[in-house]
């Protein structure tokens, strides 16, 4: 910065930890509004899976734009992190309460299929081209 302050840098992994917790509180939301829309009859019972997949890939998404460029890894190994603990949240979850099992080739597969194909949209569009740039500086005469 040009007043002689130095700007710290956030660790890698508590960027990426940021990432996951805005997931998940994202996550969070839509699974109350979406329940308060089923139990208001607002939205119909058999729709709600895919409105819950579709917000799992949004909230990946936006975990990873969260932490995309602000890893030295570079944006898409930054966001697919954010995706894979956001994920691995999900399947911990899912492990501890369901005692009967988690169908990880039907609806539990599908979840995590659409956080990960969201974590990879973010690493996507956190890229840049060219590079950094670099400013000239002014010579003086």
């Known amino acids: 910065m ?12 508590m960027v990426v ?16 509004v979406l329940a308060l829309l089923a139990v208001k009859g607002v939205m119909p019972e058999k729709s709600l899976f895919p409105a819950l ?3 799992c890939g ?3 998404l936006a975990g990873g734009m969260a932490c995309a460029r602000r890893v030295p890894w570079g944006a898409l190994p930054g966001a697919m992190a954010a995706a894979a603990g956001f994920g691995a949240v ?3 979850v899912g492990l501890l309460c369901w005692t009967g099992g988690v169908t990880w080739t039907g ?10 194909g ?4 973010a690493g996507l569009l ?3 081209r060219g590079g950094r740039r670099v400013q000239k500086k002014l010579r003086r005469k």
């Open 126 to 128: 956190g890229w840049r």
């Open 107 to 116: 609806r539990g597969g599908i979840l995590l299929a659409c956080v990960l």
């Open 90 to 92: 999900l399947a911990a």
């Open 2 to 13: 040009g007043n002689g302050t130095a700007r710290k840098k956030t660790p890698a992994g």
């Open 58 to 60: 949004v909230c990946a």
């Open 53 to 55: 997949a579709v917000c």
């Open 118 to 121: 969201g974590g990879l949209l």
């Open 17 to 32: 930890l940021q990432g996951v917790l805005v997931s998940l509180a994202i996550y969070l939301l839509a699974a109350v």
